[in-house]
């Protein structure tokens, strides 16, 4: 890949005028089972699980809630059909591992749904499906959600990598690129 390439292109870029439950619920996949939420408080994986909940027309088998360090998440590789990321914890000189721990634990062909202000982290372990920008109406801050599918299987045998290397030649997707 050139320096001169993003690292993932997309066609699709729209305005959500809903709430970011409504379109979590909207791109879960009637065969999914397993939903992990991250969040930075409890009060917040709460509020959002019963909201998703609320909006999702199908059940799942399974609900888990995740608010400690983002760094290295406690969940089997390739154990979850779906995880939300919600506003991640971030060390500024390494905003993309929230990412890159979610693609470790998300299966192959599974959803992440990741939310974050001002700019997305990216990873080439999935495809960037669709970005929106969120209403600040129904979502209180200026905000940018992506729908992403994982694309690499991770290793069975434990052997998953804590950090994927950035390519640090590409820029960030940010709130501006959207005004």
């Known amino acids: 890949m050139s320096s001169d390439q993003p690292l993932h292109e997309h066609d699709e870029t729209h305005l959500w005028k809903r709430t970011f439950a409504e379109l979590v619920a909207r791109n879960i996949d009637p065969d999914d089972e397993i939903l992990l939420i991250i969040a930075n408080s409890d009060a917040e994986a709460t509020r959002l699980e019963t909201s998703i909940k609320q909006n999702l027309h199908t ?12 760094e290295e998440l406690p969940y ?24 890159y721990q979610a693609t470790e634990v998300t299966r192959k062909g599974g959803t992440i749904i990741y939310r974050a202000p001002q700019r997305l982290a990216h990873s080439k372990k999935v495809e960037l499906d669709t970005i929106y920008s969120l209403d600040w109406e129904d979502n209180s801050d200026p905000s940018l959600a992506a729908l992403m599918t994982v694309t690499e299987q991770t290793p069975q045998d434990g052997t998953a990598a804590t950090s994927e290397p950035s390519d640090t ?6 709130i501006s690129a959207f005004l």
């Open 76 to 99: 089997d590789p390739n154990s979850i059909d779906v995880t939300v990321h919600l506003n991640p914890k971030r060390n500024p000189y390494k905003y993309h591992q929230p990412l």
């Open 169 to 174: 030649s590409t820029t960030d997707t940010t």
């Open 59 to 70: 059940a799942l088998r399974e609900y888990l809630t995740y608010t400690g360090d983002q």
